[in-house]
């Protein structure tokens, strides 16, 4: 079933979101059917207090604008509170461990955590220990959050999911993973394309593909061609350090205007944010009409304040 003909309950029977791979497609169009009328009221200014009196605490490792703004301002907005703890300044930056952290924050009745870090085994221990809802806000193996605004966009842009071809160009990395993971289990075709030695995760592409029809593949011609979206992430990812080999074995993976010709006419060109312009994209693509990209940023908003109700919303 697409997601145009499904049905919402208006619940999903899951505490935390670590990554999608527990996740069912209906859980996946719960989320995104709540989202779209949570941006409805929203953009009405009907207020929509779902979450009044809760309190979101955000853990961030690496730096961010969106996710940070949006969660906060979602939270807010769904009349709760929010708490920004950066980890160089609460004593997790010092050494203090995950367990004693959520242990800690649990006593203080906190709803729900969302963390932005570097391992994913960080937000699972969290999850484990804490007694609150644990949101992951990127680690370097997944960021669930942008890829359910990604395909909540492209679902607005295509009226459907099923059969879109998103076509991903460059590393394997988190952004790599997560959209073959909501992908293929919202009936997509995910194509990753990207050089050898820096293909997604294999593990993720094995789980990915019995969900779903993933491909991966080196060619530019093969994934370009038919594809309904090109997306593509910068080439060093936080906490990556530069390096010339990488930046050359991408380079002929950028997504040009020679790259959207090989697409479907009506393709557009997505990015998670924030881009690196001449890299991974050329300046005449993100800025063309065919770039949805500040539809996926504001749709972090509205994918997140659903994610927030569905698992915080239920104590
Ligand atoms: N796309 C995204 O997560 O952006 P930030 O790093 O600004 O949060
Ligand atoms: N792959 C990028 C995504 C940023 C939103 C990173 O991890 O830095």
């Known amino acids: 079933m697409d997601i145009s003909s499904y049905k919402p309950k208006g619940r999903i029977e899951h505490k935390h979101l670590l990554n999608l791979l527990d996740y069912s497609t209906t859980d996946i169009y719960e989320i995104l059917h709540l989202a779209e009328s949570l941006k409805a009221a929203q953009h009405k200014g009907k207020k929509h207090k779902l979450l009044k009196d809760k309190t979101l605490a955000m853990i961030f490792a690496k730096s961010s604008t969106r996710t940070r703004v949006s969660f906060e301002t979602g939270i807010t907005q769904l009349g709760g509170k929010a708490l920004f703890l950066s980890s160089s300044d609460i004593q997790l930056g010092r050494g203090e461990t995950i367990h004693d952290t959520a242990l800690v924050l649990s006593r203080y009745g906190i709803d729900g ?30 960021h669930p959050c942008q890829a359910l605004a990604d395909i909540m966009t492209v679902a607005e842009t295509f009226g459907k999911l099923e059969g879109i071809k998103l076509s991903y160009f460059g590393d394997g990395n988190n952004m790599a993973h997560s959209l073959m993971l909501a992908g293929a289990k919202t009936g997509m075709k995910i194509c990753i394309c990207s050089p050898k030695g820096y293909e997604p995760n294999p593990e993720i592409v094995e789980a990915a593909k019995k969900f779903g029809d993933v491909t991966v593949t ?12 090109l997306y593509t992430d910068v080439f060093f990812s936080m906490g990556q350090d530069k390096d010339p080999k990488k930046e050359k074995a991408l380079m002929p993976y950028q997504v040009n205007a020679d790259v959207l010709a090989k697409a479907k006419k009506t393709a557009v060109f997505m990015h998670c ?43």
Not at 116 to 138: C, H, P
């Open 113 to 142: 955590v969302m963390i932005r870090t570097f391992k994913q085994s960080d937000v699972e221990e969290l999850a484990k220990y804490g007694s609150f809802s644990v949101i992951n806000g990127l680690t370097d193996d997944f």
């Open 218 to 229: 080196d060619s530019v011609e093969e994934a370009a061609t038919d594809a309904d979206v």
């Open 273 to 315: 944010l924030p881009a690196h312009r001449g890299e991974e994209v050329t300046e005449d693509v993100i800025d063309s009409p065919r770039s949805v990209i500040f539809e996926q940023a504001e749709n972090r908003l509205h994918a997140q304040k659903a994610v927030m109700c569905l698992l915080m919303g239920k104590k």
